[in-house]
């Protein structure tokens, strides 16, 4: 496997790694079409804006709402994109992804059923519609370095694992930003004209709320860890922490609803400072912002008796729970 040449945050020159950046994609593709997924994170939008540079309407842009994203999160990135000049269409392909987990408990098998119905089923269909032959991605080097290491597979890395996505899916994939990590990302966000609301949001991970139930990922579980996600991030938002989270457990604990003993469901709540979550340390949150947190929690979703703060350091854990 060829090394990667990181560049740090520091030492990124914006001007000229977006002039580099737009010269690779335009040689790349030449006269055709690229595609590429928005998922309203930080690097897929960071990867667009820098696609759009390049290609103008010659990238074809969607957001694969999956069933597994934020509340709302389809629209109103769609809504954002298009301020800025940039069309988005959203296809709903939830019933293929809830399909391809039905049953499935292992983290990695999760990982690589929600690949699978991405690259091959329905990124290879929007290929084969477009006539595009490329797919631009927004790949970062903490990605690859955390599959190659085997800590977890990403599933946006396939080249570092000796796949080869024009053999396995029938396209070439672009990665312009595999030499840098969030902080470099979030610094080229600024210098593409992104609003600090896009650029500055918190990571969000490619298999979405599904890397946030323990278990088998289902409609009604996923529904829960919505809620509770909703919740968590708008009473952390001015934390100014790394990353912030829902985790829904798989166990169900006992608890008391109306006087009476129920088996509910287990939220922890993750809070984390970090740099380029290589490492990460647990927010010191105070109890009064855990106990609005968990008080909220409770109320707003009955299915829910227990709430927890998760305190321990990356590593051993990871900042997802999946």
């Known amino acids: 496997m060829m090394k990667i040449k990181e560049i740090k945050a520091k030492h990124l020159n914006t001007e000229k790694f977006i002039e580099e950046k737009v010269l690779e994609i335009r040689q790349a593709v030449g006269g055709g079409l690229a595609v590429n997924a928005l998922s309203g994170g930080v690097d897929s939008s960071v990867v667009t804006a820098l696609g759009h540079k390049a290609l103008g309407k010659r990238l074809k842009t969607y957001f694969i709402d ?3 994203m934020r509340q709302n999160e389809p629209v109103m990135v769609a809504a954002q994109f298009k301020k800025m000049g940039i ?3 959203v296809l709903d392909s939830s019933k293929a992804f809830f399909s391809a987990l039905k049953g499935i408990t292992d983290p990695e098998e999760k990982r690589e059923a929600i690949t699978q119905t991405f690259y091959k089923k329905i990124f290879r269909g929007l290929v084969v519609k477009s006539k595009a032959r490329h797919l631009l991605q927004g790949t970062i080097l903490t990605d690859i370095d955390e599959t190659v290491a085997g800590i977890k597979r990403q599933h946006n890395v396939f080249e570092q694992l000796g796949i080869d996505p024009q ?3 029938g396209y070439k994939i672009l990665e312009p930003l595999i030499q840098l990590r969030k902080d470099g990302v979030r610094k ?3 210098a593409l004209g992104l609003p600090d609301s896009i650029f500055n949001r918190i990571p969000f991970p490619g298999p979405a709320l599904a890397a946030r139930v323990i278990g088998e990922v289902t409609p ?3 529904h829960i860890v919505r809620k509770a996600t909703l919740i968590t991030e708008s009473e952390l938002a001015n934390t100014r922490a790394f990353q912030y989270m829902a985790i829904l457990h798989a166990d169900r604990v006992t608890g008391l609803r109306d006087n009476k003993r129920v088996f509910g469901n287990q939220i922890e709540i993750r809070c984390w400072n970090s740099l380029d979550a290589r490492t990460a340390s647990p927010t ?7 106990e ?3 008080g909220r929690i409770i109320k707003e979703i009955p299915e829910v008796v227990s709430v927890t703060y998760h305190i321990a350091t990356k590593p051993p854990s990871t900042i997802e729970a999946v």
């Open 284 to 290: 010191r949150l105070s109890f009064k912002v855990l």
């Open 188 to 190: 080229l966000g600024r």
């Open 220 to 222: 009604a579980k996923i």
């Open 167 to 169: 053999a396995a899916f």
């Open 87 to 89: 069309h988005v269409e």
């Open 66 to 68: 999956n069933g597994i």
């Open 292 to 294: 609005k947190i968990s």
